[in-house]
């Protein structure tokens, strides 16, 4: 029965998005074309400035000693919006905007970066120091 549900939504969300795109076309005219070219445009460069970020994020965990998947998946959400945003249609664009106000979860340090973080001075044992021979 969900299998149904799932299938009604993928084949309703098309029909929706291309009858809300012939109803605000016949009240916006070209308008609507320029803030389609135009969002798309915007979903683009979201989506190239994104791919920049991702491989800046990704050597900065690398050269911190956490693992590249926290940088990947960080960013997937800007790239999700950014494709979204390419797709032509007002409701993608919506859901498109509620992703990018999503704050992004902070991912809790591990053992590893706990450790880095104390003070520069960790390895250094104080004593006393006397050669036998």
Same mark, same amino acid.
């Given at each position: 029965?969900?299998?149904?549900?799932v299938?009604?939504?993928?084949?309703?969300?098309?029909? !929706?998005?291309?009858w809300?795109?012939? &109803? !605000? $076309? $016949? %009240?916006?005219?070209?308008? !609507?074309?320029?803030?389609? &070219?135009?969002?798309a +445009?915007?979903?683009?460069?979201? +989506?190239?400035?994104? %791919?920049?970020?991702?491989?800046?994020?990704?050597?900065q965990?690398?050269t %911190?000693?956490g693992?590249?998947?926290?940088?990947l998946?960080g960013?997937?959400?800007?790239?999700?919006a950014? +494709?979204l !945003?390419?797709?032509?249609?007002?409701?993608?664009? $919506?859901i498109?905007? +509620?992703?990018?106000?999503?704050?992004?979860?902070?991912?809790a340090?591990d &053992?590893k %970066? &706990?450790?880095?973080?104390?003070?520069?001075n960790?390895?250094?044992?104080?004593?006393?120091?006397?050669?036998e021979?």
């Amino acid at each position: 029965m969900p299998v149904f549900f799932v299938l009604l939504i993928l084949l309703a969300f098309p029909v !929706l998005e291309i009858w809300l795109l012939i &109803a !605000l $076309a $016949a %009240q916006y005219g070209w308008w !609507l074309l320029l803030y389609l &070219a135009v969002v798309a +445009i915007l979903g683009y460069r979201l +989506i190239k400035d994104e %791919q920049l970020l991702m491989f800046g994020r990704m050597a900065q965990t690398l050269t %911190q000693g956490g693992t590249p998947a926290k940088a990947l998946f960080g960013s997937a959400k800007n790239l999700i919006a950014g +494709i979204l !945003l390419i797709i032509p249609g007002v409701i993608t664009d $919506a859901i498109a905007v +509620i992703l990018l106000l999503l704050p992004s979860a902070k991912v809790a340090p591990d &053992a590893k %970066q &706990a450790r880095a973080r104390k003070a520069a001075n960790d390895d250094v044992i104080e004593g006393e120091f006397r050669r036998e021979d």
